[in-house]
């Protein structure tokens, strides 16, 4: 099992900065990959950024040159450094892990920690 802790989330006005944190715990070998999804009120959850075991990145656009994801392997923990803030990136956050078993990958989640920009 893993287990995803997600923090940092919080209230910020719009062109603001937050970094968000996920700390991993749990029995994490084999996790391929890592990343950040979000959910708007009313709306799907989307892809916001991932980051893999060998440290290639990548954004969806709504948040390119925006956004970072990055990981600490020591502290097993990925962060997502948020700036130039949007009302439109209101939503919670929650952080992903996908992890081979077998041939198959299962993902976890966290709970998520909500952010809110104000226009």
């Known amino acids: 099992q893993v287990h995803l802790v997600e923090s940092g989330g919080g209230l910020v006005q719009a062109g603001g900065s937050l970094r968000l944190s996920c700390a991993v715990s749990?029995?994490?070998?084999?996790?391929?990959?890592m990343g950040w999804y979000r959910q708007a009120p009313g709306k799907q959850r989307e892809v916001v950024a991932g980051?893999?075991?060998?440290?290639?990145?990548n954004y969806a656009d709504f948040v390119k040159g925006r956004f970072t994801i990055s990981r600490d392997n020591p502290k097993n923990t990925v962060y997502l450094q948020m700036n130039s803030l949007k009302p439109e990136d209101t939503g919670v956050y929650y952080c992903?892990?996908?992890?081979?078993?077998?041939?198959?990958?299962?993902?976890?989640w966290g709970q998520g920690t909500q952010v809110t920009v104000s226009s």
């Open positions: 992903n892990a996908g992890k081979f078993i077998g041939i198959a990958v299962v993902n976890y």
């Open positions: 749990g029995s994490i070998f084999g996790i391929n990959s």
């Open positions: 980051i893999t075991s060998g440290g290639s990145t």
